[in-house]
């Protein structure tokens, strides 16, 4: 954070009404966890976000994004064979 930025007199969003009412209609947030993840690992991250000036974080947040997404999941053997009989079957 920038030393000419003061945040000290600063309000928490959920003490800001408005804010506050944004919050609770969106329900989406973020968390707080702690974990533990492998020295050369978080350094490559740390690399790339300097590189694309995003946060370390960010990306991190944006790689498990895309893990979660189903759509990103590696096919299965079972998934494959699934699609091709349906494709088969439709010719």
Known sequence: M??????TGAKRAQDVPELAKLQAETGVGKV??????????????????EAEGKGYQTLINEALREAA?????PVTIETLRKVLREELHAA
């Open 2 to 7: 920038r030393k000419e930025f003061d945040f």
């Open 32 to 49: 707080r966890i702690t974990m533990y993840v492998d020295a050369d690992v978080l350094a490559a991250f740390r690399k790339k976000a």
């Open 69 to 73: 997404t189903p759509e990103n999941a």
